[in-house]
């Protein structure tokens, strides 16, 4: 079979779905890898590193969408304002972050045209598929990303300095959120140096957070079931989230540094740092809202912009992961292959239903939106699948 890459459409996405070092362990499970011509040259794979990889090279885009049996993507059709109809035909797979809860009709489209798809966001939080864990790979760059953007804007040094003029104290960071993202930010956090503290509502983090030694605040409220039976974050009660601000703010205004990251699947982000918070908080601190794609964790956050409130700078990033394309793009590559070594048997697409990876993740098949949570938010009736 043949497998398509090629240039996303959005001129702010860097990244490319697959790098040259992957091309031969899918040529040993039988694909022939195909490139859409500078496909990987903002990310900075060039097309001569491809095919001296073995991946052919296409002369355009209508090459590349013709001949490709599957096509992996990094941006979803609705992200990525593309229209699916003109992109995929009949009896073609298509695997990528699809962003299916946040644009579900960009499903059903896919869903018309009789391409079967993959969204990557869907794979289970088993053992299992922790090596196609794409989210994890992008959190991981985010939450490094962050810490650099602070660390570039605040008005002081992070680590501590002892100097002939005087001892330099260290800046104080609190990452609000200890997933992935909030992990590797507290990790980057401490190597330059910082004070770190951090919270989650979920009490079992705590070790993973002093390990990488940071202080794990205690805010001493209930927050059973944190977590969807995927592994995924659980929106919980807004009573909840209305104590937990109040308990946040005394820590709030004592750091120079504050990172959210706190996201739940298919729904907008939490309200964690309401608009008194902020103006609590230490004239010339940063907050960097990762959560702002999906709204924010921040009332005042603006995706996409820098907002200044009472001297404290709010970031509001989107596609965080993008801005360090090299390593994103090699990250998502090895999720993706990893990914297509279990679908893949004997050179053909296996769709084993029976397995919960492949059965959890495909949200189209056989001309209908298959996830029956989609089918749900699109008014659609629920559907015996086989």
Known sequence: MIIGINVESSHQE???????????????????VLVEKNAGQRA???????EKQGAQIAAGREELLSRSEILVRLKGF????????????????????????????????????????FALELLPRIS????????????????YKAVLMAAD??????????????????????????????????ATSRRLGAVVKSYDVRPAVKEQVESLGAQFVTLDLEAQQAETAGGYAKELSEEFYRKQREKMAEVLAE????????????KKAPILITKDMVHKMRPGAILVDLAAETGGNCELT?????????????????????TIPYHASQMYARNVTAFLQLLIKNGNVDLNLEDEIVRETLVSYNNEVYNPRLREILGLASIQAG
């Open 14 to 32: 860097q990244r490319v779905a697959l790098v040259p070092a992957v091309v031969p362990a899918l040529s040993k499970i039988g694909l022939q």
């Open 44 to 50: 900075g794979f060039a097309d001569a590193e491809y």
């Open 78 to 117: 609705g992200a990525a304002a593309v229209d699916a109809s003109k992109t995929l035909h009949r009896g073609q797979f298509v695997i990528g972050l699809l962003d299916p809860f946040g644009s579900p009709e960009s499903i059903r489209q896919i869903a018309d045209t009789g391409a079967t798809a």
């Open 128 to 143: 299992r598929a922790q090596s196609m864990d794409v989210l994890s790979s992008m959190a991981t760059i985010a939450g």
């Open 153 to 186: 804007q605040v008005k002081k040094m992070f680590p501590m300095m002892i100097t002939a003029a005087g001892t330099i104290t260290p800046a104080r960071v609190f990452i609000i959120g200890a997933g992935v993202a909030g992990l590797q930010a507290i």
């Open 255 to 266: 750091s120079d540094i504050v990172i959210t990251t706190a996201a739940v699947q298919g």
């Open 302 to 322: 603006k995706p996409g912009e820098k907002v200044e409130v009472n001297g404290v700078l709010i970031e509001g990033p989107v596609n965080l992961a993008a």
